[in-house]
């Protein structure tokens, strides 16, 4: 399995650890300590040696803070894990905070006062974090203070080793151009920020430009390192050579001068004192890197990471691996959904249906000859009121029954060589009420909202990602969570810079692909969400139009459970656009099944009556 379900957080282990740090920071003339959910890359899955914020606390969720006072200890979460921090931290020890509405930065000037010492860990904050963590420390007449050391790998005594899974080439039929041609257009992108040099410390553009994946990181196919890219072609790259089979090691050896991570350092600091202009993201690089290009005598130049849009731009042969994976993907699903549905309500429980799936991703990738690699998360699997938990684990402790009248929520995904997946469905266990069947309605009307939208060149996502709530704001309704995200080719299934989410900033271009996937939570009771991928296509002319407009090319396919859909709160055009999308299912992956579950399939994909009023 490459899912485990017993790492839920355990709120005992705050109360012993939070001692042991506060009494480090009172011998080091400190008054608190701030413990992000980072490493040195600002990743979405840490290694099992950076994952402090867990050690400490014992929250489990992908994003989060602590701070922790002489006195006092603040946990920061969103609002996906709102519910979840409760039952993995000691109430007793943290009051709970918004990571959105309270971050630390602006709670900082409202409760440390004036001479307070906040020790922070450079490695662990970006150039953006401290820089307002710094504007609300002085408010305050707080002193922000960079530690030569992180305190918790102090008192950490079992901390794990860095990890060190085998490297391995990104086939060029999969990566769709070769790593000497992607390097030679990040060399000229440098050069055209005014940078003689861009360190890449986010381990998805090392393996984008290098062309290599590894498996240091849960589910995401990353090998941890850094990278200095050159203007002038003499690029570097940091990573443990122990990594390397030797076939390996000479391929990067065309490519960079190879060095051990324990060089890094000084190899920034000798560029500083050459007079390098150093490119860091402001949003991406570590506050260290900063500080030793600037304390060296270098000059940072803020500016994005060279490969973050090419990255998300997709080509053909990316995009045409992925609509190959979520073909296969969509065949496994239909096997899964058919059998749940001959299983009797209470016969299940959560991790059952987790393991069933994940085998059925295997058989069928063995099947095709293009095994799953992995999964490309923590399968959500949750049924009741474990589904209203945005980003629920299943564990051993929390797994329940898939009850008679629940809602069932699964949330999954696979990583195939040619292309990441991510696909939710939410289905009734038993007849389903009709808030239950309205709701889910709403929160389709946001997805095909989406799925239909065509948009001018330039459109932001926070420009559209109302289009997925309008449904749900006119019942009062709506979603505490983004309403897409980036997805990654063979790599990181949340991948930014492109997101559609009123935070969603970047423009939108052709070739990016991202989720589509607005939701209802009812705490308590149950969650729906209904998730497909969609790929940008190229702006086009409109038959009688003024501009060029893009569309989204839906790429997952599975089919949307018919029983929760209210076809009244339908419109013409959004039962037509379900209607085409089920014969597309039908169609593409209908030749992948047999038996039983085609049967289940042509039933599952058939035309909707069409009883709309508009």
């Known amino acids: 399995m490459f899912q485990t379900f017993d790492s839920a957080g355990d709120p005992a282990v705050g109360k012993p650890r939070v001692a042991l740090l506060r009494q480090w920071l009172a011998a080091n003339g400190l008054d608190g300590f701030i413990v992000p959910r980072a490493d040195e890359h600002q990743g979405e899955y840490v290694a099992d040696r950076s994952a402090r914020l867990k050690w400490l606390t014992g929250f489990s969720g992908s994003a989060g803070a602590a701070v922790v006072l002489a006195a006092r200890a603040f946990m920061f979460v969103d609002g996906r894990y709102t519910l979840q921090v409760r039952s993995e931290v000691d109430l007793d020890i943290f009051a709970i905070e918004s990571l959105v509405d309270n971050p630390p930065a602006t709670w900082i000037k409202?409760?440390?006062?004036?001479?307070?010492?906040?020790?922070?860990?450079?490695?662990?904050?970006?150039?953006?974090?401290?820089?307002?963590?710094?504007?609300?420390?002085?408010?305050?007449?707080?002193?922000l203070v960079p530690l030569d050391r992180n305190p918790i790998d102090v008192i950490w005594k079992d901390q794990p080793e860095p990890p060190r899974a085998p490297v391995e080439i990104h086939p060029i039929g999969f990566a769709g151009e070769l790593a000497k041609d992607k390097l030679v257009r990040l060399a000229a992108a440098i050069g055209k920020d005014g940078a003689t040099h861009a360190v890449l410390t986010d381990p998805s553009s090392i393996a984008w430009a290098f062309n290599i994946r590894g498996g240091d990181v849960p589910h995401t196919p990353l090998a941890l390192g850094f990278a200095v890219l050159a203007a002038d072609g003499k690029h570097q790259l940091f990573m443990d050579q122990r990594k390397f089979s030797r076939t390996v090691a000479a391929y990067l050896t065309q490519l960079a001068e190879l060095h051990e991570p324990g060089e890094f350092e000084a190899a920034i600091a000798a560029l500083a004192k050459g007079g390098a202009k150093i490119a860091l993201d402001p949003v991406l690089a570590a506050e260290k890197l900063k500080m030793l290009v600037e304390d060296n005598g270098g000059t940072v130049v803020a500016a994005p990471d060279p490969a973050r849009i090419p990255r998300a731009t997709k080509n053909q042969a990316?995009?045409?691996?992925?609509?190959?994976?979520?073909?296969?993907?969509?065949?496994?699903?239909?096997?899964?959904?058919?059998?749940?549905?001959?299983?009797?309500?209470?016969?299940?429980?959560?991790?059952?249906?987790?393991?069933?799936?994940?085998?059925?991703?295997?058989?069928?990738?063995?099947?095709?000859?293009?095994?799953?690699?992995?999964?490309?998360?923590?399968?959500?699997?949750?049924?009741?009121?474990?589904?209203?938990?945005?980003?629920?684990?299943?564990?051993?402790?929390?797994?329940?029954?898939?009850?008679?009248?629940?809602?069932?929520?699964l949330d999954s995904g696979g990583q195939y060589q040619d292309g990441t997946t991510d696909i939710t469905r939410t289905v009734p266990?038993?007849?389903?009420?009709?808030?239950?069947?309205?709701?889910?309605?709403?929160?389709?009307?946001g997805m095909i909202g989406i799925s239909m939208l065509r948009f001018p060149a330039?459109?932001?996502?926070?420009?559209?990602?109302?289009?997925?709530?309008?449904?749900?704001?006119?019942?009062?309704?709506?979603?505490?969570?983004?309403?897409?995200?980036?997805?990654?080719?063979?790599?990181?299934?949340?991948?930014?810079?492109?997101?559609?989410?009123?935070t969603g900033t970047e423009k939108l271009l052709a070739g990016m692909m991202l989720s589509n996937e607005p939701g209802y939570y009812k705490e308590g009771a149950y969650g729906i969400r209904i998730e497909n991928?969609?790929?940008?296509?190229?702006?086009?002319?409109?038959?009688?139009?003024?501009?060029a407009v893009h569309d989204f090319e839906t790429l997952t396919l599975a089919p949307i459970d018919k029983r929760l859909i209210r076809t009244d709160l339908l419109t013409r055009d959004e039962l037509h656009w379900l209607d085409q999308y089920h014969a597309r299912v039908l169609a593409e992956i209908g030749p992948m099944l047999d038996g039983e579950t085609l049967a289940w399939l042509e039933k599952a994909a058939a035309p909707l009556p069409h009883d709309a009023k508009i």
């Open 318 to 409: 990316e995009i045409n691996g992925s609509r190959a994976a979520h073909r296969r993907d969509g065949a496994a699903i239909a096997k899964l959904l058919c059998w749940l549905d001959r299983q009797k309500p209470g016969s299940l429980d959560e991790i059952a249906v987790v393991t069933r799936l994940e085998e059925t991703r295997r058989q069928t990738g063995e099947e095709t000859q293009m095994p799953l690699r992995d999964v490309s998360f923590d399968t959500i699997s949750g049924a009741g009121p474990n589904g209203a938990i945005m980003h629920y684990r299943v564990s051993r402790a929390t797994s329940r029954k898939l009850a008679d009248g629940e809602l069932f929520l």
């Open 533 to 547: 991928l969609v790929l940008i296509t190229p702006a086009e002319q409109v038959e009688g139009g003024d501009i």
């Open 429 to 445: 266990i038993g007849a389903p009420t009709e808030e239950m069947r309205e709701r889910f309605t709403l929160v389709l009307k």
């Open 110 to 143: 409202d409760n440390l006062g004036k001479g307070a010492r906040l020790g922070f860990d450079p490695w662990l904050h970006t150039l953006s974090e401290v820089k307002a963590l710094q504007t609300s420390a002085e408010q305050s007449g707080a002193v």
């Open 458 to 502: 330039g459109t932001r996502g926070s420009e559209i990602d109302a289009v997925a709530r309008m449904a749900l704001w006119k019942h009062g309704c709506d979603f505490a969570h983004g309403t897409g995200h980036g997805v990654g080719s063979y790599l990181a299934v949340h991948e930014g810079p492109q997101r559609i989410a009123r």
